[in-house]
């Protein structure tokens, strides 16, 4: 009986996610927001039956992938069903979900190195390659731009902006990565946690944001690495010189997080509208105002502002 019901169970979900990774594939804008809900079937899965009937539908998936001629979609799959199972491996047996977010993020890292790795060995395609021509070729042409117009100046400096930026980008190329699969996932965790609870007895829980508390000990160590990098030079291009231009890039992104989550909590604490703090995000990211907000995320990090809040409150 329980292996008819997985059979069944089985055939449905197979179904709606073909139903989703086509529509994620050739649907532009639907396709962008489905996208984050295609681990839903293989969470479903690993919490009504058990890990070895989510491998099968994911091994069906992909084949179906393959034979529907979608190879190109089959990484996709994979990545989005490995997720999947482990959040409804975790789920189904009760396990911390912050454990859970975390190999979801380094599930998410591995898989995408190792599509990357492959693409680029077997098929000779670099995406970063690719987007650096494209993104050169545009800068060329503004410049050319600029440069008919009278503004050669203007022109030059774009250039030379432009040559920096690409430059730090490939230095700072591991920490982008960590970052954006933080976000990635966890962008995927919060699509993926209205359906689930719905659909199961099992609860996702994502904690609010402003509920942030990273550990203190990363204020020291970015005070370490700030303070280290004004007294030692290191020379561009060097390993050292790459480590702490990595390191430092990925702790002014957790201080920035820590300010947003300050943020939020104030708002909180003050009674605002919900409005607000998603207002002053989106504006101190327009108009370039995320030292303040960083600056802000070191103080929370290094005296009790929350604390004595919440004392006052009482």
């Given at each position: 009986m329980k292996k008819n019901t997985g059979l069944v169970d089985?055939?449905?979900?197979?179904?709606?996610?073909?139903?989703?990774?086509?529509?994620?594939?050739?649907?532009?804008?639907l396709g962008t927001v489905v996208l984050f809900f295609l681990p839903v079937p293989f969470i479903l899965m690993s919490l009504r039956h058990n890990v070895k009937w989510s491998f099968i539908l994911l091994v069906g998936s992909s084949f179906l992938t393959i034979l529907l001629g979608m190879v190109f979609s089959v990484p996709m799959t994979i990545i989005f069903g490995l997720i999947?199972?482990?959040?409804?491996?975790?789920?189904?047996?009760?396990?911390?979900?912050?454990?859970?977010?975390?190999?979801?993020?380094?599930?998410?890292?591995?898989?995408?190195?190792?599509?990357?790795?492959?693409?680029?060995?077997?098929?000779?395609?670099?995406?970063?390659?690719?987007?650096?021509?494209?993104?050169?070729?545009?800068?060329?042409?503004?410049?050319?731009?600029?440069?008919?117009?009278?503004?050669?100046?203007?022109?030059?400096?774009?250039?030379?902006?432009?040559?920096?930026?690409?430059?730090?980008?490939?230095?700072?190329?591991?920490?982008?990565?960590?970052?954006?699969?933080?976000?990635?996932?966890?962008l995927v965790f919060l699509a993926c946690k209205p359906v689930v609870n719905r659909l199961s007895k099992k609860k996702m829980t994502i904690a609010h944001v402003r509920d942030i508390q990273l550990p203190k000990s990363l204020l020291w160590y970015y005070l370490f690495i700030m303070v280290g990098s004004l007294i030692f030079t290191f020379n561009e291009g060097t390993y050292s010189y790459t480590v702490v231009a990595n390191l430092l890039f990925l702790l002014q992104f957790f201080m920035l997080l820590q300010g947003y989550s300050f943020l939020f909590f104030l708002s909180h604490a003050k009674s605002w509208p919900n409005a607000v703090p998603v207002w002053i995000t989106i504006l101190s990211v327009l108009l370039a105002l995320t030292p303040f907000v960083r600056i802000l995320g070191i103080m929370d990090l290094g005296f009790p502002f929350r604390k004595t809040m919440v004392t006052k409150g009482e």
């Open positions: 089985g055939g449905i979900l197979l179904a709606t996610y073909m139903i989703m990774i086509f529509t994620a594939t050739y649907i532009p804008i999947g199972m482990i959040i409804g491996s975790y789920l189904r047996n009760d396990r911390n979900q912050l454990q859970m977010f975390i190999v979801s993020v380094l599930t998410f890292m591995a898989c995408t190195l190792i599509v990357f790795i492959i693409t680029t060995t077997f098929f000779s395609v670099n995406f970063f390659d690719q987007s650096t021509v494209i993104i050169e070729e545009s800068v060329e042409q503004s410049s050319e731009i600029l440069s008919s117009l009278g503004q050669e100046e203007q022109a030059g400096e774009l250039v030379e902006q432009m040559k920096t930026a690409f430059a730090l980008i490939e230095i700072v190329l591991p920490s982008i990565l960590v970052i954006s699969s933080i976000v990635f996932v966890g």
